[in-house]
């Protein structure tokens, strides 16, 4: 019988799983389940398997021993992203990608697919594989996966959506800011009109740049009143709602996607409907992509420093791994409007 950790006694007494409820459970040795977890002996497949099983069945948490199994660095870094096709995302993780490429660190990616399921069954699996930190654009502000992130204490940066007061180092743009900054551009140009396409109103994010296009718009004397169009996240249902809307005969002279598949799925519904940009409609993106630039005519965005983003994130998630950061990090970086065909004067 294996002597008891001081760590795994205390486990035992508070009715946590052990190693050894582990190991009992996947029919293993312990000490098989501490290769297993540390990666400093190869184990079978089969058996591997058997104890990642085990684990999950009984929730165990791979750091509650970590100190006595961490022996070295595993010199993995893992991003967890929402939707690896957004321009947005994945500009992101090529970023990050390149910054790592500098240094011994592999990079481990997880696609989430707006999924908060998936998301967490991904990012416990990340968790097992030990990686010296995370980096994490979350589906939702608040989800189960951040509870599962508190407790493996793997370092973590939480980028974009960002819940209010989180206890995590997080880097997000000012997006109330920036969407006013936008509205009362398309103001500038006379317009009174204002539509502003929305995709997911509970995100922290949507909400700030809703909050902004209002501030902008009350400023101005303008009615928002009927509106904002909730669409959702995929381009598809942006071009759908922008139709049904158009479908109502209250058009408006401008439109502000709040993101880049938004802005697309407008287009569609506006050429559907006969309508050309900037001529009978401006419209206006939030997240500038390249594909804004090349099409004619070229569109008019919003854009998120996303080098400073990624750089932020890394020093950031590299200083918490050395140790060399107290006080958790809460960064607001600023947009820039960037004027192209599809805005004009009205």
């Not at 021993?65 to 096709?85: C, H, T, Y």
């Not at 993780?93 to 998936?118: F, H, M, N, W, Y």
């Not at 296009?213 to 759908?240: F, P, S, V, W």
């Not at 809307?245 to 802005?263: C, H, I, K, S, W």
Request: with cysteine; aromatic share 4%; proline share 4%.
């Amino acid at each position: 019988m294996p002597k008891k950790s001081p760590r795994e006694k205390e486990d035992r007494r508070k009715g946590r799983p052990t190693m050894v409820d582990v190991a009992r459970t996947a029919g293993v040795s312990t000490a098989t389940v501490s290769h297993v977890l540390s990666g400093v002996r190869v184990v079978r497949q089969i058996r591997r398997e058997r104890v990642l099983k085990a684990i999950d069945f009984l929730d165990y948490s791979p750091n509650q021993v970590a100190a006595s199994l961490r022996v070295r660095r595993s010199a993995v870094i893992g991003i967890i992203v929402p939707d690896i096709i957004s321009s947005f995302f994945s500009k992101i993780v090529r970023q990050i990608e390149d910054l790592a490429s500098g240094s011994k660190c592999q990079i481990l990616l997880a696609d989430t697919q707006e999924d908060p399921v998936r998301e967490r069954e991904r990012v416990r699996a990340l968790i097992r594989r030990r990686p010296d930190g995370l980096i994490l654009v979350p589906c939702r502000d608040h989800t189960e996966t951040l509870e599962d992130l508190r407790k493996s204490e793997i370092p973590t940066v939480i980028i974009d959506r960002v819940e209010k007061g989180t206890e995590f180092d997080s880097i997000f743009v000012q997006n109330a800011k920036a969407a006013a900054e936008g509205c009362t551009y398309l103001i500038s140009l006379g317009h009174r009109r204002i539509a502003l396409l929305i995709s997911e109103p509970r995100l922290r994010n949507i909400s700030q740049r809703i909050r902004g296009y209002r501030a902008a718009m009350k400023e101005a004397g303008c009615d928002d009143a009927g509106m904002i169009i909730n669409a959702g996240l995929t381009l598809e249902q942006g071009h759908l709602a922008m139709r049904q809307f158009l479908m109502t005969g209250n058009r408006p002279t401008a439109v502000f996607a709040l993101t880049d598949y938004l802005a697309l799925g407008a287009l569609r519904a506006f050429s559907e409907a006969g309508l050309t940009v900037p001529g009978d409609i401006s419209l206006l993106a939030f997240d500038d992509t390249d594909w804004m630039a090349a099409t004619r005519p070229s569109i008019s965005a919003i854009s998120q420093p996303i080098g400073v983003i990624a750089q932020q994130a890394w020093r950031t998630l590299q200083e918490r791994i050395e140790g060399k950061r107290g006080k958790n990090l809460a960064c607001q970086l600023c947009c820039t409007l960037i004027k192209r065909e599809s805005t004009t004067q009205l």
